[in-house]
């Protein structure tokens, strides 16, 4: 139904019908008029004046900003593009921070509990470092407020366990915030892991090399230990095996700083063993000068310059796949390495993560969707990727069981 129209079958016939007629017209025209006083009064005071009005009697969900750096920007970028998202406010203490939000036009504050507080959104992005991503969190959960939280979820394990148990408690919702997972390749690529197309899953293989420029670097915690492509870069890449390969039981690695020579690896390769049986390994560089990276193959991004490589390959005893051009590999006839191998390829639809990402979060503090990255996803994903830094450290498999 659309502005005001109501659809009833009218008699068009004779007398009464005539009059019938009229009265409906008139209650259309009141009707139409009624929906456009209805629409300015459910305009949110806070529409920033670029996002689009259409759709104006669909519900909006409000969310606030907490951290307006990198990511934070990314954010509010999607948020203000979408005609169902309110930017509520941002929290970020630095003038930057203010300036943004006084170019959007929408309330600011130096302190994220003053905004939670005074504009009691909806939701919230806790958008920044890493450190701060559990108080926050708490504070949001303690106001009924659901959380949007950027990974890695927390710093420690324990730490992560807290939310999960405040979560728990609460009820109120909380995502995390890795992003491959609404990208519509890897929704696809899932669906075909756990339809059984691969047939049982043998064994996964990522490549994850790229080039830091040297000013990455001036930073001088991007040189010390924690700063590195383990704990930066790999947590995408063990989030994305565990949607797509199940839990991971314990790993294995090795690091090198031969390159750079800082106090924090340049250069890492990982074993890990899922709870499925299946095996895999994740060669990761930041140092390295090639195009075998999802960021570059992917299309996520505009800021890498994209490369028609694939980064990820999945084996299964009846099929394999590569990501992200989505190519399943398999035998029609015998099954054997002298036969011949077909290819087919699905292509899905190209669809920005971030934006589905946020509007999966609208749908999950409706309730009409449940967390497709739980605080416990995020949990398990930071443990196995510290898992990672500490066999590389240690020599020893170390184990991801809870
Ligand atoms: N999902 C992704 O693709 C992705 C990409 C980049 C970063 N991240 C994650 O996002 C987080 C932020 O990374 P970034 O690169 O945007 O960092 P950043 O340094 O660019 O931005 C952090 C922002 O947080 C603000 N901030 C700091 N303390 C604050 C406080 N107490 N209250 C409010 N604001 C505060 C800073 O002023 C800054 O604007 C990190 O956890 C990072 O791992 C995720």
Same mark, same amino acid.
């Given at each position: ?56 009697? !669909? ?29 509520? $406010? ?8 203010? +300036? ?14 003053? !905004?939670?507080?005074?504009?009691? *959104? ?50 109120? *919702? ?20 756990? $339809? ?10 990522? !490549? ?42 314990s790993v294995q690695a ?14 890492? +390769?990982?074993v890990?063993r899922?709870?499925?049986? +299946? ?11 090639? *195009? ?22 999945? $084996? ?34 190209? +669809? ?17 969707? $449940? ?16 898992a990672?830094?500490?066999a590389?450290?240690s020599g020893a498999t170390v184990s991801?069981?809870?």
């Open positions: 139904m659309c502005g005001g129209c109501v659809n009833v079958a009218v008699n068009r016939n004779g007398r009464d019908g005539t009059q019938k007629w009229n009265r409906i017209q008139l209650l259309n025209l009141i009707l139409f008029f009624n929906t456009l006083d209805t629409n300015a009064h459910r305009r949110p005071a806070n529409l920033l004046p670029n996002q689009p009005t259409a759709n104006l009697r !669909m519900s909006h969900t409000r969310i606030a900003l907490i951290g307006a750096g990198a990511i934070g920007r990314t954010h509010i970028d999607r948020i203000t593009r979408s005609t169902n998202l309110v930017l509520a $406010a941002i929290a970020d203490p630095t003038e930057a921070g203010q +300036a943004l939000a006084a170019s959007l036009n929408v309330p600011w504050f130096a302190s994220h509990v003053d !905004m939670l507080d005074a504009v009691k *959104p909806q939701g919230a992005v806790v958008a920044t470092p890493n450190a701060t991503h559990i108080p926050m969190a708490l504070d949001c959960l303690a106001r009924g407020v659901a959380a949007l939280v950027e990974k890695p979820v927390a710093d420690t394990v324990a730490e992560a366990q807290v939310l999960v148990d405040a979560q728990a408690r609460s009820g109120v *919702p909380v995502l995390v915030g890795h992003h491959r997972r609404y990208n519509p390749i890897n929704r696809r690529a899932r669906d075909i892991v756990q $339809a059984g197309q691969l047939g049982q899953l043998v064994s996964a293989n990522v !490549m994850a090399q790229f080039l830091k420029p040297d000013a990455y670097f001036d930073a001088a915690w991007r040189r010390e230990k924690g700063g590195g492509p383990i704990l930066i870069n790999l947590i995408h890449e063990i989030d994305m095996l565990r949607f797509l390969c199940g839990e991971i039981t090795l690091a090198s700083n031969a390159v750079r020579g800082f106090n924090v690896e340049d250069t890492a +390769a990982a890990l899922f709870a499925n049986g +299946a095996l895999g390994t994740v060669v990761l560089s930041d140092t390295a000068t090639a *195009p075998w990276c999802w960021d570059f193959c992917a299309g996520e991004q505009d800021q890498y310059p994209r490369q028609a490589v694939q980064s990820h390959f999945i $084996a299964g005893t009846h099929g394999s796949l590569s990501l992200p051009d989505l190519a399943l590999w398999g035998y029609r006839g015998e099954r054997s390495w002298h036969a011949e191998l077909t290819r087919e390829q699905t292509t899905v639809h190209k +669809a920005d993560p971030y934006t589905a990402q946020l509007q999966h979060f609208a749908a999950v503090i409706d309730g009409r969707e $449940a967390p497709l990255c739980s605080a416990l996803d995020g949990l398990r994903t930071l443990q196995a990727t510290l990672v830094s500490e590389a450290a991801c069981t809870l």
